[in-house]
């Protein structure tokens, strides 16, 4: 399986009882087919899997398979702290068709490489699916490292890596040792360094709510190589991924941000709660300035684009500044 173009995590809608809107999760779903994104990912970490059941996670996976009808591939987050769990998750993949599997480490217990390539391969062994890796130690714990990578290697269907640790010395590693597996980009705000080194894909949870803002940055970089306008439209982005990365309330951005777009998001289940009021106000006028600007990249003259350019970058960037701020007091 090639993985290449975006590849969007859907959020999850939740009422206000905590319970899932299933409704709006195939809204969402064929929200993002009609955005032209290439592929979803369902029950990965934008998608709160985390709080949600095995019965409702592949409820869900049953819902996306219905609404795609084959029109772009569906890949299956198996993430859970239960190995055992992912196992039949990877099982039940199979039964609703999935195209492919999201393997991640399971979190907290701490395993060593070779442990963690035993599950993995166990996994593997469960579905005979493609899978794309999925390395987040900082939420996990353990990277997927090299040992691990040589052993799970033994089977083809290990082929692309999600790699958000966002240590620039994997992205090298990743690239020039590990060249036969796909290297897809998850941490938003080095896509530009990720598209320089060859990734073909990016899993970003931003297109859930600006699909054609980031469908851009991979067109302009990977598609015509034009990498002088991909670090324009990279700069343009970079208060939203500030926020979203580094913001301290991911989920919740993300959320807000398909409700701007029109769209039931619903809200977080617990822990998590939803932005404040500044928070709020800080995100749509991000927002704003990321569509104002891209599009004046794509389609503007290069001068008159240029000043517009400058001009909301600087807005942007006060505007990302002072939410950090805000972030802060909040934490």
């Not at 996306?64 to 039949?88: H, K, Q, W």
């Amino acid at each position: 399986m090639q993985f290449e173009g975006i590849y969007t995590p859907v959020i999850t809608p939740f009422s206000d009882d905590y319970s899932i809107d299933y409704e709006a999760f195939s809204a969402m779903v064929e929200h993002l087919v009609n955005a032209n994104v290439n592929g979803i990912i369902v029950g990965g970490t934008t998608g709160e899997y985390y709080v949600e059941s095995n019965a409702e996670r592949v409820r869900l996976l049953e819902i996306a398979m219905e609404c795609v009808e084959g029109r772009i591939p569906v890949v299956f987050g198996t993430g859970s702290l239960n190995p055992n769990d992912s196992i039949l998750l990877a099982e039940a993949a199979v039964k609703q068709g999935a195209d492919g599997l999201l393997v991640a480490t399971p979190p907290y217990s701490l395993p060593t490489e070779r442990e963690l390539a035993r599950h993995a391969l166990a996994v593997d062994r469960a579905a005979n699916l493609p899978i794309m890796l999925y390395n987040y130690p900082s939420r996990m714990g353990v990277m997927m490292g090299e040992e691990f990578l040589d052993r799970v290697g033994r089977s083809p269907n290990f082929c692309a890596i999600k790699e958000s640790s966002g240590d620039p010395n994997r992205l090298h590693l990743l690239a020039r040792d590990y060249s036969h597996i796909q290297l897809s980009c998850g941490m938003d705000d080095q896509a530009l360094e990720f598209f320089a080194w060859g990734a073909s894909s990016w899993v970003c949870a931003g297109s859930n709510f600006l699909p054609g803002e980031h469908s851009a940055l991979y067109q302009a970089c990977v598609v015509e190589g034009d990498f002088k306008k991909g670090r324009r439209i990279m700069s343009a982005m970079m208060p939203l991924m500030r926020i979203l990365e580094q913001g301290g309330k991911f989920i919740q951005s993300v959320k807000y941000g398909v409700t701007l777009e029109g769209l039931n998001a619903g809200i977080t289940r617990k822990p998590l709660y939803g932005l404040n009021k500044e928070e709020k106000r800080a995100l749509e006028q991000v927002i704003r300035t990321v569509r104002t600007t891209i599009a004046s990249i794509i389609e503007g003259p290069q001068d008159p684009g240029r000043v517009v350019e400058v001009t909301a970058n600087k807005q942007a960037q006060k505007t990302a500044n002072t939410t950090e701020k805000e972030n802060i007091s909040y934490v």
